[in-house]
């Protein structure tokens, strides 16, 4: 009789003890893998959000230099702020962008869900292990304003890891329960399944945006590592909200500043065209040429702003060519007499591979904005040869220090007639010869051109 209660007893606690292990098993894998994919996803798309703003296009085109490094340091910035494992930017033809400038290791293996995350489709692949024997789970999300690029990320793997220590743990309580006793097995399944059903519940019951707090941390510590999982996700979701919010009253702003800049720039031409036709109804037919001609100007005028406008959509495309610096000189000298000052012209004569063009747009809006502020002379000086380096500095009352740090925003200005397009579109013109345009010094305004692709 002994014997078979005691046989009773052990095989009852052996099933009993195999079966929750089972149920506990089960059920912490699911909800684990569950909550990592759904974590690891959450940060690919706030990755993608939070690289959207930037120029992927020039950056890339451009390669290297101040802007791609700044890209990296958004990378890495992302990186350390999610705790992630990489943070990359893939982009149409097997483009990549990596912290380190290392390829992107699960780039070949994923192609499939990395062309389904550039259709807009953002996917998770499966758990794999690293050349560093760690596992790991990546996730990609597509940029909506830039087609066919997609912000890749990297997440460690190690809470499943966890899970797997857990199993073993509970193995051996298993066959020590069933060594013991059918009760002493009882309680350690009673006292194992206790928070993990308290962590079941808080699971099913939070909703994305809930607070972290909704996660309760308790129990074993492969169980609160699983609840701080988990926790990390309802904060990452929040963030993510947080961002998409604040990304979306930037653009709000920006077009609004771009309507009223619209608004003001057009209005005085149009004042003009609806006087002169007020006229028009009333002058003798000798006088209606002129103002018609008048007429003509002013809308000419306004094709011009509506152009230049149009211009901030569509990304300069440079024609690279060999140019003496005479030509850039005279185009200095004239735009110079143009918006009425006086010029100081170097004497030294390089020859620059660049766009002429796009390098005289720019120096052009530094000419209007020195002529704008008061200045009477604009000073120009060769600087740096290997790249060319010229800096324009003029004589007049210079830049308030409030208005250093906006300088280069588009739609800045402190003028009643000035439209903040001048500085940023004299900026982009020089990015996208491989230069740069940098302001050396706000007093009696001193800005540096620095010109790449020449020879002395």
Do not use: C, K
């Amino acid at each position: 009789m002994w014997l078979a209660v005691w046989l009773a007893t052990v095989g009852s606690s052996g099933l009993a003890v195999l079966g929750s292990w089972q149920l506990t098993s089960e059920t912490f894998e699911v909800s684990l893998e569950g909550s990592l994919h759904t974590q690891v996803q959450a940060q690919a798309a706030m990755a993608a959000a939070s690289l959207d703003p930037v120029p992927l296009e020039s950056v890339v085109a451009v390669g290297g230099g101040r802007s791609m490094n700044q890209l990296r340091d958004d990378l890495r910035q992302i990186r350390d702020i999610g705790g992630l494992h990489e943070v990359a930017l893939l982009g149409p033809a097997g483009a990549a962008v990596t912290v380190e400038g290392r390829p992107w290791i699960p780039q070949e293996a994923d192609a499939a869900l990395i062309a389904s995350a550039a259709t807009g489709e953002p996917a998770s692949g499966p758990l794999y292990q690293g050349a560093d024997g760690e596992i790991y789970l990546a996730a990609y999300a597509p940029l909506p304003h830039h087609p066919g690029w997609v912000a890749a990320v990297e997440s460690s793997g190690a809470p499943l890891e966890a899970a797997e220590r857990m199993e073993a743990v509970l193995a051996g309580v298993s066959a020590l329960v069933m060594l013991l006793a059918a009760a002493v097995g009882a309680m350690l399944a009673a006292t194992a399944l206790r928070p993990l059903r308290r962590l079941e519940r808080d699971l099913g019951s939070v909703e994305p945006g809930d607070d972290p707090d909704a996660v309760g941390l308790a129990g074993p510590a492969e169980v609160r590592l699983v609840a701080a999982a988990a926790r990390s996700l309802l904060q990452a979701v929040r963030d993510r909200d947080v961002a998409l919010r604040l990304a979306h009253d930037r653009e709000v702003r920006q077009v609004s500043a771009l309507a009223a800049a619209v608004a003001h720039e057009v209005r005085n031409p149009l004042n003009a065209v609806g006087l002169a036709m007020d006229r028009l109804e009333r002058v003798p037919v000798t006088e209606a040429g002129a103002l018609r001609a008048r007429v003509r100007v002013q809308l000419d005028e306004i094709e011009g702003i509506v152009e230049r406008f149009m211009d901030l959509a569509r990304p300069p495309e440079p024609h690279v060519a060999a140019v003496r610096s005479t030509r850039l000189w005279q185009d200095l000298a004239v735009d110079a007499e143009a918006v009425g000052v006086e010029i100081q012209l170097p004497d030294e004569q390089l020859t620059l591979t660049t766009d002429p063009s796009l390098v005289r747009q720019a120096t052009r809006n530094l000419l209007r904005n020195a002529a704008e502020a008061g200045a009477r002379t604009v000073r120009v000086e060769v600087v740096g040869r290997s790249p060319v380096v010229i800096e324009l500095s003029d004589d007049g009352p210079g830049i308030s220090p409030q208005q250093v740090d906006a300088l280069f925003d588009w739609f800045a200005t402190t003028r009643a007639q000035g439209s903040g397009l001048g500085l940023p579109s004299a900026r982009r013109a020089l990015r996208a010869v491989g230069g740069e345009l940098e302001l050396v010094s706000p007093a009696g305004a001193r800005f540096r051109l620095i010109l790449e692709g020449v020879r002395p």
